[in-house]
């Protein structure tokens, strides 16, 4: 699984970006997951094809107690099994750990 990973990580801060991202509508029905939603334009062929069946599309971000982890496989929210699921394109990674690096700094949280 290819990851962006940030460690050691202040419990305290954990606590406040879950408070955060519960409160921007990035939950996830898993405890302890949270979704960035892919932009429509950064979508590959696939995926906006597949967009109205399949879609959203999403990048998982899970905590820890000290750590992050950004999945960086770009997956449906409403399917489990599809040719659309694939590891994100440069564009796609640059844009999700540019807006979690943006959230992490604004929330004044060391990374």
Request: hydrophobic share 35%; charged share 25%.
């Amino acid at each position: 699984m290819r990851t962006y990973n940030i460690n050691e990580v202040k419990s305290e801060d954990i606590r406040r970006l879950k408070h955060y991202l519960d409160q921007k509508g990035h939950s996830a029905p898993i405890e302890d997951i949270f979704w960035f939603e892919v932009p429509q334009e950064l979508l590959s062929e696939t995926q906006k094809e597949h967009a109205g069946e399949c879609g959203p599309y999403v990048f998982p971000l899970e905590t820890g107690d000290t750590w992050l982890m950004l999945e960086l496989l770009i997956r449906p929210r409403n399917t489990l099994h599809c040719s659309c699921i694939a590891y994100a394109s440069e564009a796609q990674r640059s844009h999700v750990i540019q807006r979690l690096e943006a959230i992490l700094q604004e929330m004044e949280i060391a990374s």
